[in-house]
């Protein structure tokens, strides 16, 4: 089993910045990706970034360039840097884990008001 706890969620007016955190904690594989999906209302839950362990990045196109994501392998944890917010990104933003089994974290809120 894996936790996963996420942090760092709120409300920020468009053009601002959030960085969200997420640190995962029991039986971790040494080889993972951990990542961040987002879910707003009515819709599909979208996946926006990736990360292995050795640093390989992916990005969705509606946030490369915008989002940054990064990891420390020590400390088990994942960080999201969102700038230059856009309305369209609120949404419930959720940490991933992939290593054997995949796991979700809770969940925390961004909203982006213009």
């Known amino acids: 089993q894996v936790q996963l706890v996420e942090s760092g969620g709120g409300s920020v007016q468009t053009g601002g910045s959030l960085r969200l955190s997420c640190a995962a904690s029991?039986?971790?594989?040494?080889?993972?990706?951990m990542g961040w999906f987002r879910q707003a209302p009515g819709k599909q839950r979208e996946l926006l970034a990736t990360i292995t362990v050795d640093g390989r990045s992916n990005y969705a196109d509606s946030v490369k360039g915008r989002f940054t994501i990064s990891r420390d392998n020590a400390k088990n944890t994942v960080n999201l840097q969102m700038n230059s917010l856009k309305p369209e990104d609120t949404a419930v933003y959720y940490c991933?884990?992939?290593?054997?089994?995949?796991?979700w974290g809770q969940g925390t809120q961004v909203t982006v008001s213009s």
């Open positions: 991933y884990f992939r290593g054997g089994l995949v796991y």
């Open positions: 029991g039986s971790i594989f040494s080889t993972n990706t």
